[in-house]
Each structure stands twice: as structure tokens, then as C-alpha cells.
């Protein structure tokens, strides 16, 4: 097959984007991980921030991605290089899985059970690390396995920004009206995202209670 | 009326309680209680009369609206708050045991909280399973692991863990199959001759009432109609009290034969 051809003979250049495109979606999850579940549990605690917080992700996903790289374009430090750009635009997409799922995960604890930690003394710190997180962890990994598995996709429009990724290939193969080029990007990110999903969907169930 | 017991006798007392939603709907009014030390007391009453209410009270997983609420003579806003609720061994019917902790852990939990050496607590829970009646190989186990009896016993179990003063029980018993619970009943009541806790009790059940309780106080629409001892209860003529005893039949004369 041609497209298999084509891979072989630029192997270190697709290795080379796949690496790329890897980089910026696990430097974006870990931005989301690190802000997204933090809000998440923030908003359990303050009720009043619940409807701004999971609005305000919300409204971020419904801007196109093209849209949004336009956006964040002259914004200091981060406009000044296309990998930044793309990584903060990655991020604010994954924010709404991740505050959403850990929000929902821990809200969906068995409140009887919570009530019985309370009432025998443990303080909300306990609470949230011994019981509530515990609880949710696998509907929280369910968020981050989400989060991942659309950044595989939309990072490929990364390249349209000249971050790089497997978009390259993509938008090469779209200009040059070459099937091959298209897929020599496409189908490597098709095998990211579902390793992706095979691989935290392992882990969600693992961590999943019972 | 009852003799009024000198306050050093008293583990909780309720002066003039109110409990009010946000919405201003009154789900307790003006409670007056006192719960003697070492006594079992019984709430007893429907659904919505206010008995469970008047628990969470107590260990301030509610806040009175109004009146005074004082344990161990006390204002409950005068402890500290996770204090109170440690010295409170607290029982609820859904059990609330942790799912992902083993029994040990679930047992364990208020002493180690409460920073015991880790030696300490694992000591405490081998005691603990042998008060409660399970078998020391238990520990190991998660609660899915356990039948409905075993898991109210660690329940229990939980709740004696610090060797709390004073224990709360809200239906403990109530999801059980009958003959679990005439067996956990009579194991209560055992425990409680050995250990004289201050008990108080909840259960819309006469019989468990009059089986388990010291004195029992039955409430309706927030309101505490009648104090009395099972003796006095079965013979009042309270139109409330009579109201109940008709409704569980007959053969309440052998109450306490078993």
C-alpha cells in the first residue's frame, strides 16, 4: 500500500510529528489535570461558583478551534510561539471534562456515606482525600481519558498554527490533494487516540470501586 | 412527669430546640429533653415527626434555628465541632460503611483520626470485632464482602471504636431480615448492660422501642408528645400513645419475654 510506503520511507519524520503531537496533548492534560480537577472540587465545596465556573468551560468549548487559536493570537508570551498557543488552547478545551467529571464524581459519592464520615468527626480535608476522591477516582479518570482522546484529535489543527503534530501531514496532504500525505497523519493519530483510550479506559476500571 | 435528674446526670439536654428549613417550615418545635447518662432513650415516631432530625442535632450534622441544646452540660456550639462528633459514636441505617476501606480500616477510623499509633488502632479493632460478635478474620474483608448483619455489626463496631460517652443510632436495625434483627437487638442489649452508654435511639418501630429503651419519647410533626418508660407507655392512655399501640396490634402484653 502506498500510504504504508510513504510512512516507511519518512518513518523519522513521522516519528518526529508524533512526538510532537504527543507532547502537546500530555503537556495539555497535565495543564487541565493540574487546573481542571482542583476547580472541580473547588465548586463541590462553593456552591455559588458552580454555574460561572462549569458555564465559562462550557462557552470555551463551544468556540471553534480555529477560532480560538485566532484568539489567543495576541496574547503576550503565549502568541509568541505556536506550540504555547496551541498547548493553552488544548488545555482550555480539556477543562470542561475534567471539572465537569471530578465535580460530578464526587457529588455522585453516596451521600449516606459522607454523612457517616462527618458524623464521626473526620474534617472536610479527610473527607475529600479519604472518602470523596477515593470514591470518584474513576469517574474522574473517566474525564481525563475524554479530555485526552478529543486532544489527540483537535491537536491536529495545531499544525494550522505551525505548532506541528500530525497535522502536518494533514494539511500537506490537503494542499498537495495527496490521499497518501493525509493518511500518513491521520491514521497514526487515529492509533494515538485509541491507545489513549484502551489505556486509561484500563485504568479507569481499575480504579473504579467494586 | 418525671423527677427531674440533677444536671450532672444529664448527657444531652434540649431546652426550647426549634429546627427550621431555610424556607421557614418548622421541622422541630420548643424541645424540651433530657437524656439521663447511661440510659437508652427511644425517638420514636413516623416518618417526618422530627426524630432523626433531633439526632443530627445532637453531633451538629444540623444547627438549631433556636432554643438551647447542651451535652455533657455543654452548649453544642461551645465545642469544637469535630471534637463533639468524636466523643458521638454515630449509627445509621444505610450503615455508611466505607465501600473501599477493609472492615479494619472502617472500624479504625475515629482512633485513627484521632493519630493512635497505628499498633494501638489495630489492637482496638480485634477487641472491638470480639464486643460486636464477628469473627477476627473479618478484617481483612470490604464491606460488599459481608452480609446485611455482619455489616451493621461493623457498624456498631465503628461507632464504639474511641469509646465514645455517648452513641447515636438511626434505625440501625431497620434494613435488616427480622430474625438478624431480634438477634442484633438482643446482642444491643447485651452490649448495653456491659458498656452503659448514653444511648439515643431512633426507630419508627414500637416493638424495637419498647424492647431497647429506657424511656421512650414519641414525636410527632416536630413536636415530643409523650415521655414514658415502656411500663408506662403500654398502659397510657395518651390518645397519641394508644393510637401507636393499636396500630402494632395486640400481642404487645409479652413484650418483654424475649
Known amino acids: 500500500m502506498q500510504t504504508w510506503q510513504f510512512i516507511v520511507q519518512n518513518y523519522t519524520q513521522v516519528l518526529e ?50 477560532a480560538l487559536f485566532g484568539i489567543l493570537l495576541p496574547a503576550p508570551w503565549i502568541g509568541a510561539r505556536a506550540d504555547r498557543l496551541a498547548i493553552l488552547a488544548l488545555t482550555l478545551y480539556a477543562l470542561l471534562p475534567m471539572i465537569r467529571n471530578t465535580y460530578v464524581g464526587i457529588k455522585s459519592v453516596d451521600r449516606a ?14 473527607l475529600l482525600w479519604q472518602v470523596e476522591l477515593p470514591l470518584s477516582l474513576g469517574v474522574i479518570v473517566a474525564g481525563v481519558r475524554v479530555a485526552t482522546v478529543i486532544s489527540v484529535g ?12 500530525l497535522g502536518e501531514y494533514i494539511f500537506r496532504g490537503l494542499a498537495m490533494v495527496n490521499n497518501q500525505v493525509i493518511l500518513a497523519g491521520a491514521i497514526p493519530a487515529a492509533l494515538l487516540a485509541l491507545a489513549a483510550d484502551f489505556g486509561l479506559g484500563w485504568l479507569e476500571k481499575s480504579l473504579s470501586p467494586r | ?19 427550621r428549613l431555610e424556607n421557614g417550615r418548622e421541622l422541630l418545635c420548643d424541645l424540651n429533653l433530657q437524656v439521663r447518662r447511661g440510659e ?48 458521638i459514636g454515630y449509627v445509621i441505617q444505610e450503615v455508611g ?51 446485611g448483619g455482619q455489616r451493621q455489626r461493623v457498624g456498631v463496631a465503628r461507632a464504639l471504636a474511641a469509646d465514645p460517652p455517648i ?18 437487638q438482643r446482642e444491643f442489649l447485651d452490649l448495653q448492660r456491659r458498656l452503659q452508654k448514653t444511648v439515643v435511639f431512633v426507630t419508627h418501630d414500637l416493638r424495637e422501642a419498647l424492647l431497647l429503651g429506657t424511656r421512650i419519647a414519641l414525636m410527632e410533626t416536630g413536636r415530643l408528645i409523650s415521655l414514658l418508660t415502656p411500663e408506662e407507655f403500654v398502659r397510657s392512655s395518651e390518645p397519641m400513645v394508644t393510637a401507636y399501640l393499636e396500630a402494632f396490634g395486640t400481642d404487645l402484653h409479652d413484650w418483654r419475654t424475649h
Do not use: C
Not at chain 1, 154 to 165: C, D, P, Q, S, V
Not at chain 2, 102 to 120: C, Y
Open chain 1, 17 to 66: 510529528l508524533t512526538f510532537e503531537h504527543l507532547w502537546l496533548v500530555l503537556v495539555s492534560t497535565a495543564l487541565a489535570v493540574v487546573v481542571g480537577i482542583p476547580l472541580g472540587i473547588l465548586i463541590t465545596r462553593r456552591p455559588l461558583l458552580n454555574k460561572p465556573v462549569l458555564g465559562l468551560a462550557n462557552v470555551i468549548q463551544t468556540i471553534p478551534s480555529l
Open chain 1, 113 to 126: 456515606i459522607i454523612e457517616a464520615g462527618r458524623g464521626m468527626g473526620m474534617t472536610d480535608h479527610q
Open chain 1, 154 to 165: 483537535l491537536a491536529t489543527i495545531a499544525a494550522a498554527i505551525g505548532a506541528g503534530g
Open chain 2, 1 to 19: 412527669m418525671h423527677d427531674a435528674a440533677p444536671p450532672r446526670d444529664l448527657a444531652i439536654e434540649f431546652r426550647n430546640v426549634a429546627y
Open chain 2, 40 to 87: 437508652t432513650l427511644v425517638l420514636l415516631g413516623r416518618s417526618g415527626s422530627g426524630k432523626t432530625t433531633t439526632l443530627k442535632l445532637i453531633n451538629r450534622l444540623l444547627d438549631a434555628s433556636g432554643g438551647d441544646l447542651l451535652v455533657e452540660g455543654k452548649p453544642v456550639r461551645g465545642w469544637d465541632v469535630i471534637r463533639l462528633r468524636r466523643m
Open chain 2, 97 to 147: 460503611l466505607f465501600p473501599h476501606f477493609t472492615v479494619e480500616r472502617n472500624i479504625g477510623l475515629v482512633p485513627s483520626i484521632d493519630n493512635w499509633p497505628p499498633e494501638r488502632v489495630r489492637k482496638r479493632v480485634q477487641e472491638l470485632l470480639k464486643v460486636v460478635g464477628l469473627d477476627p478474620e473479618v478484617a481483612s474483608r470490604h464491606p460488599r464482602e459481608l452480609s
Open chain 2, 167 to 184: 452513641l447515636l443510632m438511626d434505625e440501625p436495625f431497620g434494613a435488616l431480615d427480622p430474625i438478624t434483627r431480634a438477634e442484633l
